[in-house]
């Protein structure tokens, strides 16, 4: 193993070097634990560098800076297994496939300067990332990165179709919000190269049912007329029943040389006595391809296996293919199981995702370069090799039997902001199971029921005002199946993400605070930290109460006309510098201006908290000539220059108004105001 | 840029084990750590349990030193690394540079060692993008950063040089020569070297590999090979800072570690043996660890049984818990041992972090309704976790029915035992004599 190209998978959300500020992501899996998604994919991908646990409000408040400047971060799941508490800032997106599962593990993640496409075997689960062995391929279009058009076409192409699976409303946010990072990722198409690259040839390949291009057909146009005379295939699930799995080996077969030779890897249980090798896996593996002519092998894959001077079980969970011919060699690496579903021979298909890497073997170094990145087998003999049933397809289900997949007439689930406050919205199909009930997780107390629907006349949608409460990102299902009581999540979307409250250490910020973070010239977070670690410092002294006898010490100067007016000025600057950065969305702006640090936060602070009123008029004088001063950097694809000063002028006008209104000011003073508001440019105010 | 020049950066890749790291306590379904915590903290302050090379502390209390007239609020272009943190990348990348190919041993238990090392291979400079996420927790600054501050080798915010810096700087000079003059008022060359990188590092945002000090950085700050000078020093901080238990606890466990093969109850083997010869202040800390530990033991015995028996595939109800023996055990037992856990407690002054634990010692009225109780309590306890509540790992459904959540499940029926359920710090104190010299 020492020669392998590996990579602790997390690193893949890194972002690259120089490639400007994340614009938005977007992920599918078929299990999937939101906690670990939220802060270790998530975070790594915004670089946050705070610690939930460690860092506590911190984190909340990193996160929300953060995620406001996204234009979406969405995960769409394999309906059965699409839960979770999370950050109401992402959407969580469940996914059905009528004949299959959702099993695809496709991210795109979308900055600045550059379009990661990561195509994977593994789940977004702590077991996935960080304990199973998988296999990744991760794709950067950047400018001048050489990779092809096509294979960024085909990638946002299919996952545009996926939201085809997606169960939720026609008309969700979540679907345009999963549609706006498409469109951003489209926005950088130019990165890719158009010309073509014989010798070497990257594909995404995805499975989808009904639509009658299996992989196998796909491979074989990708593949052309090149012959092929050996096939590696690592699948940790195979079909269990005999007469499906030929089918789907006959279609590997279609793609190879009569007489070619094909090696099965997998996990297998060693039979120490007799010195055999019991293979999870259909005896079609050996029959189909001996009747037919063809050499056949077994590879034991094993699952303990030395890391970190330790021996650790690792589960195989990747899928590879590999195709050599005396022309090329071929890795397929994905999503796809060895099965009729996971290749789509059948047309009762799954949802896959993977990714070819095709090179002629002329290309030096190419053949040695891609067999550092596939998981070697120990070689069984033939005469030792024996066959129990293969386990049902990557499928939990025996270990879940209570908690199932949302039925589809639970379609929609979203809260919004109306006039301040919040309403809940659930959107209803005509089929519903039996006594249904919706409720909030631990509260027994239900939000609606199949009773109060029926008497309601089986509205499509209902409408729950939800006042102050906190909001749920998602919502238990329970209902009475067949034989027992069943119970699904319902996760929750946001229409309006820019009116989710700040957290609450963000909601009380005074004037003072506001003007020593916006002064300080660092991430909020950390102005945050070294204040509040500053207010500690200070509640011990007090405590310790130590009477301080040097009379220096007992002034605060910072309050000082000059030293106050001084950091009042720096924190208009820090303010102004904030305004002028590029904002991707309408709520990337909403954040700057009616965030908790934002204009109107630190307008209100400075109606509530000058020291008087002429402090305060001349505070919101100079801050609205701060505002007019702004200078947008506008930049491709994001808001453009009218659109924001269009939105700093609202916000100009209203101050100017609350101004106005201010009575009984010097004279001097008033005349200063009207200056100030005469300066005001014509396009903002 | 052509695919046939990028072929080794595009082609795929094979995972990593990727234990991760979590911060102390991250898991806890019953809310049973942070009492566990304080009581190791009083019995060892500065001490935690990730700590285990005491050797950190050089490089820490050497950057802290040379630094001291960097500007700490200044930061690099990317908003969060300080000068500090600029310096933690010069010393990780000195070390991998140095030793990855031919002497790793001297990297065992660096933190972010992976990370630092993927990048030096792909080529590019370190930078808070892909050093470690949480440096500030997880970087050697951040896991040893409490204890430099106990051993007053920085100041209180563990960002500046403490008073016992020079004494420390002088014993590793001591043992170095090639460094004499690093605690001079101007420095030495490499003093000024390290400082000349840093605010470099600190202009750029990121640290390249390639450095003319580094072999000499990576040969000084190594942390596994510690001259007798500062192994002296470092020991003599450890066991004689202040007036608290830390010293006597030290002494007394590397005397027991000596003597005594590791187990699996070690800890409270140790405790046992401590009772004879410890003082009465450590003697009455012990008896709070020690009691306490038996409550942690009943509830959680108790907590993984019903996770076992509320396996999927069951048909459980609160009310058949209490046919389990843990569960049995722990209702009957757990009252009558809350008056002298409730004395204990008081002795050491931690009785009132404890409110939620004695709750559950309350009698009651059978095993079944003790048993929905626990649940109820890990169902709170879930509730109240950072960042947004964690979901309970036992599901309740309305019929009363429990269910385990898939991966949260025992595998095996749980044997009620005696050994600890938390750490108090025997592990971190062993690794730190190991590496002192005092245990061999």
């Not at chain 1, 201006?593 to 001349?618: D, N, W």
């Not at chain 1, 100009?652 to 201010?662: G, K, N, P």
């Amino acid at each position: 193993m020492t020669d392998k190209k590996t990579i602790a998978l997390q690193a893949c959300w890194t972002p690259p070097l120089n490639c400007g500020e994340p614009v938005g992501c977007l992920a599918t899996s078929y299990t999937f634990t939101a906690e670990f998604f939220e802060q270790e994919c998530l975070a790594e991908f915004l670089q946050m560098s705070t610690d939930p646990v460690e860092d506590g409000a911190f984190y909340l408040i990193e996160r929300e800076e953060r995620m406001a400047g996204l234009v979406g971060a969405a995960v769409m799941v394999d309906v059965s297994y699409c839960a979770g508490e999370r950050s109401l800032r992402w959407d969580l997106i469940p996914a059905r496939v009528d004949s299959g599962i959702f099993h695809p593990k496709v991210c795109l993640l979308v900055w600045d300067r550059c379009v990661r496409l990561i195509l994977s075997s593994a789940n977004l689960t702590s077991d996935g990332y960080r304990r199973n062995q998988e296999v990744v391929g991760v794709l950067d279009f950047t400018a001048d990165c050489g990779l092809p058009v096509q294979a960024f076409d085909d990638a946002v192409q299919a996952l545009e179709r996926m939201l085809d699976y997606a169960q939720v409303g026609e008309g969700s946010i979540a679907r345009k919000r999963w549609r706006a990072v498409i469109q951003e990722a489209r926005k950088r198409r130019h990165f890719a190269e158009s010309s073509v690259n014989a010798d070497l040839w990257i594909a995404p390949l995805f499975v989808f049912p009904g639509d009658g291009r299996s992989l196998f057909h796909q491979l074989g146009q990708h593949l052309g007329d090149q012959s092929i005379d050996g096939a590696y295939v690592i699948s940790p699930f195979f079909d269990q029943e005999e007469h499906i799995a030929g089918r789907t080996i006959r279609g590997l077969m279609e793609l190879t040389m009569p007489g070619s030779k094909v090696t099965w890897q997998s996990t297998s249980e060693e039979d120490a006595d007799a010195g055999d090798y019991v293979f999870a896996m259909p005896e079609a593996t050996r029959t189909v391809p001996e009747e037919s002519g063809y050499e056949v092998a077994f590879q034991h894959m094993p699952e303990a296996v030395e890391a970190d001077k330790d021996v650790v079980v690792r589960p195989l969970h990747a899928k590879a293919l590999w195709l050599q011919g005396p022309e090329v060699s071929s890795m397929l690496i994905g999503s796809s199981n060895f099965t009729h579903r996971g290749t789509g021979v059948t047309g009762y298909s799954n949802v896959e995702a993977n990714l070819l890497y095709r090179f002629n073997s002329h290309v030096r170094g190419a053949h040695r370069t891609l067999c550092r990145s596939w998981l070697d087998g120990r070689p069984v003999g033939l005469s030792h090799v024996r066959f129990m049933p293969p386990k049902p397809e990557e499928d939990a289900e025996e270990e879940r039997d209570e908690i199932m997949a949302l039925p589809p007439g639970f379609v929609d689930a979203s809260l919004s902001a109306f006039q301040g406050q919040w309403r809940l919205r659930l959107q209803l199909g005509a089929v519903l199971p039996e006594n249904w009930c919706v409720q909030l997780m631990d509260v027994d107390k239900p939000v609606y029921t199949q009773k109060r629907w029926l008497r309601d006349g089986k509205p499509e949608e209902k409408l729950f005002d939800w006042g102050a409460t906190r909001l749920p990102s998602q919502l238990l299902v329970s209902w009475h199946g067949e034989a027992a009581e069943c119970r699904a999540y319902w996760p929750v979307t946001v229409e309006s993400i820019g009116a989710l409250p700040a957290p609450a250490e963000l909601r009380t910020l005074n004037l003072d605070r506001l003007i020593e973070i916006l002064s300080s010239g660092v991430s909020l977070k950390l102005a945050l930290m070294r204040y509040f670690q500053r207010q500690n410092a200070n509640a011990a002294v007090e405590a310790a109460m130590q009477p301080e006898l040097d009379p220096h010490n007992r002034v605060d100067t910072r309050e000082f006309l000059l030293n106050r007016t001084r950091r009042i000025s720096r924190a208009f600057a820090g303010l102004r510098s904030r305004l002028e950065k590029p904002a991707l969305t309408d709520e990337a702006l909403d954040w700057r201006l009616h965030g908790p640090i934002g204009v109107t936060a630190l307008a209100k602070a400075i109606q509530q908290h000058a020291q008087s009123q002429e402090e305060q008029a001349f505070l919101l004088a100079e801050l609205i000539l701060e505002l007019t001063r702004v200078e947008y950097q506008e930049a491709e694809g994001c808001l453009d220059t009218a659109a924001v000063y269009g939105r700093i002028g609202e916000v100009v006008r209203s101050l100017r108004q609350y101004l106005d209104a201010i009575k009984g000011l010097p004279a001097e003073l008033r005349q200063y105001c009207r200056a100030v508001l005469s300066e005001v440019r014509e396009g903002v105010a | 840029m052509s695919l046939s020049r990028n072929l080794k950066q595009i082609t795929p890749a094979l995972s990593q084990y990727d234990p991760g790291t979590s911060a102390e306590g991250a898991l806890d379904p019953l809310g049973l750590y942070p009492l566990a915590d304080a009581l190791a903290t009083e019995l060892c302050p500065g001490v935690r349990e990730r700590q285990s090379r005491p050797g950190f502390l050089v490089p820490m209390v050497a950057g802290a030193y040379a630094l001291r007239d960097i500007d700490l609020e200044r930061v690099a272009p990317d908003g969060t690394s300080n000068a500090l943190q600029v310096f933690e990348w010069v010393v990780v990348l000195s070390l991998i540079e140095a030793f990855e190919r031919d002497q790793p041993e001297n990297l065992d238990r660096l933190p972010g060692r992976y990370k630092v090392s993927e990048a030096i291979r792909a080529g590019t400079p370190l930078s808070h993008q892909n050093y470690l996420k949480t440096p500030s927790v997880f970087g050697f600054f951040g896991v040893y950063r409490l204890l430099a501050r106990t051993l007053f080798l920085l100041d209180e915010e563990g960002r500046r040089p403490g008073e016992n810096v020079l004494r420390m700087l002088k014993a590793w000079e001591a043992d170095y020569p090639e460094i004499a003059g690093f605690s001079s008022e101007g420095g030495n060359d490499f003093s000024r070297a390290l400082v000349q990188r840093v605010e470099r590092g600190l202009t750029e945002g990121r640290v390249r590999p390639g450095w003319e000090y580094g072999s000499r950085a990576a040969r000084v700050f190594n942390p596994s090979s510690l001259g007798p000078h500062t192994k002296r020093c470092v020991w003599e901080l450890l066991t004689g800072t202040g007036d608290s238990l830390r010293g006597e606890y030290a002494r007394l466990v590397v005397d027991y570690a000596e003597s005594h093969a590791e187990t699996d109850e070690v800890e409270r083997l140790c405790h046992e043996a401590l009772f004879n010869s410890g003082s009465e202040p450590l003697r009455e800390h012990l008896t709070a660890i020690k009691r306490y530990e038996r409550v942690c033991r009943l509830l959680t015995d108790a907590f993984d049984e019903i996770r076992f028996d509320a396996r999927a595939d069951r048909n459980i109800k609160a009310s058949d818990l209490a046919r389990g023996p843990c569960v049995a055990k722990a209702q009957k037992e757990l009252p009558t041992l809350a008056a002298g856990l409730q004395d204990a407690l008081s002795a050491v002054s931690q009785a009132h972090r404890a409110e939620k634990v004695f709750e559950l010692m309350e009698p009651a009225a059978d095993a079944g309704e003790w048993a929905a109780k626990l649940v109820q309590h890990h169902r709170d306890n879930q509730h109240r976790k950072p960042p947004n509540g964690k979901l309970p790992w036992i599901d309740r459904f309305d019929n009363g029915r429990l269910v385990t959540r898939p991966g949260y499940a025992c595998d095996e029926s749980v044997k009620a035992g005696r050994d600890y359920v938390h750490s108090y710090r025997f592990h971190p104190l062993k690794s730190f004599a190991m590496d002192l010299g005092r245990l061999s």
